[in-house]
């Protein structure tokens, strides 16, 4: 079997239907997006005022308020102290496990489909540049047939597959650009969560040495 002249023949198909698997792909990105983009609003927190609340409320007793005042909140940060306020009672090492797991299960929930984002980022401009290479091939082979008004047809197929390498790069800009801005916001999202997590456990710690020390 000629491996060559296999290939030759599949090339000529021509760009075109890599650009159709192109404008499907860029489908797909602008849907991880959009989805991506109305899962983070709100995630975030002003993590300064919660802290500060959440100071005050431990010296007046009224933790049991900051609590149910948040319950709603969709921030994260928010979510993870409450999470380990839940457990105050059992132990700072309770609080900390737990809070350890809120922030794990909103990680996980926050990455899906970003993966999606870098994939196609990293790999979408080989796709336009194996629909350029196809349509070189195709156009060579025109050439090497003589066929009538070849310059034309030859001239058509380069565009075509020039095009392709163009709409391969359209489509990976904005996923690496994106995939960027989601992993920037998660970072940040976490390390709100984290202030929180800290802030909670001291408290939790500052109780228990209360009680202590009340007992003693």
């Not at 079997?1 to 599949?10: C, Q």
């Not at 900390?96 to 979408?124: D, F, P, Y």
Request: charged share 25%.
């Amino acid at each position: 079997m000629d491996i060559v002249a296999l290939f030759v023949d599949f090339a000529r198909l021509g760009a075109a239907w890599v650009m159709w698997v192109l404008v499907a792909l860029s489908v797909i990105s602008i849907g991880v997006m959009v989805d991506r983009w109305i899962w983070f609003r709100g995630r975030d927190a002003d993590t300064e005022t919660f802290r500060r609340e959440l100071r005050g409320a431990f010296e007046r007793g009224e933790l049991d308020h900051v609590i149910g005042k948040h319950a709603s909140s969709p921030g994260i940060p928010i979510r993870v102290a409450l999470r380990g306020l839940e457990e105050r009672d059992r132990g700072a090492d309770a609080v900390a496990e737990a809070m350890h797991g809120e922030r794990a299960r909103w990680r996980k929930e926050a990455e899906r489909n970003i993966l999606i984002l870098g994939t196609l980022g990293n790999n979408v401009p080989f796709v336009g540049l194996f629909g350029t290479v196809l349509g070189i091939i195709k156009a060579f082979d025109l050439l090497n047939l003589n066929v009538p008004q070849g310059e034309t047809l030859i001239m058509r197929e380069l565009a075509e597959a020039l095009v392709a390498t163009a709409l391969g790069l359209l489509v990976a800009i904005p996923a690496v650009v994106a995939n960027n801005y989601f992993q920037r916001r998660l970072k940040v999202i976490l390390t709100g969560a984290d202030e929180c997590a800290h802030e909670v456990l001291s408290l939790v710690y500052a109780e228990a040495h209360q009680a202590r020390a009340g007992g003693a």
